[in-house]
């Protein structure tokens, strides 16, 4: 009798091995899900004409390191959402003239305050370091090794608006 107890606690610990693993691999799916949409075809190769617009200025925020297993940092612009850079991706953010303070979320404490004048366009390297947690590096770059880069590593991430859902299936 003593030996039946004891198969059966052994069974019932296995049974729960296996539901927390199905479980935390069910997490990480979801989580693998909560990205910010990729852009078009289309709408990449139409950024990668980096042209300005008129009043308005443009940033592009990249992420040149393809390579490296970094994690997602969400970007924002002015307490704005832009969503969530990942390696070898990049943002095409339309700002009003100005002061532009771009962040990440904590506790990533990453930033960079970027002026713009209207109808030019500025480029922002960003690079994001994982050791115990994220930590991102924003400099502004000038245009002609940012536009090389930009075509040698980067698809287009669309901008989050307003309503949108943070969980992309």
Known sequence: MR????????????????????????????????????????????????????????????????????????????????????????????????????HTSLPDPGRIEVTTHGGDVVYVEMQTVTEESPHSYFRIRPAEEAQAAIHACCKRLEVWRPGQPRLVW
């Open 3 to 102: 030996g039946a107890k004891s198969w059966n606690a052994s069974r019932t610990t296995q049974a729960r091995k296996w539901t927390r693993l199905i479980c935390a691999t069910f997490l990480l799916a979801c989580a693998g899900c909560a990205t910010t949409p990729e852009a078009s075809r289309e709408r990449d190769e139409e950024a990668k004409r980096f042209e300005p617009v008129t009043r308005d200025s443009v940033l592009y925020v990249y992420r040149p390191d393809r390579f490296e297993s970094t994690g997602a940092s969400t970007l924002w612009a002015n307490g704005q959402l832009i969503g969530d850079a990942i390696s070898g991706t990049y943002f095409r953010i339309l700002v009003l003239p100005g002061r532009t303070v771009l």
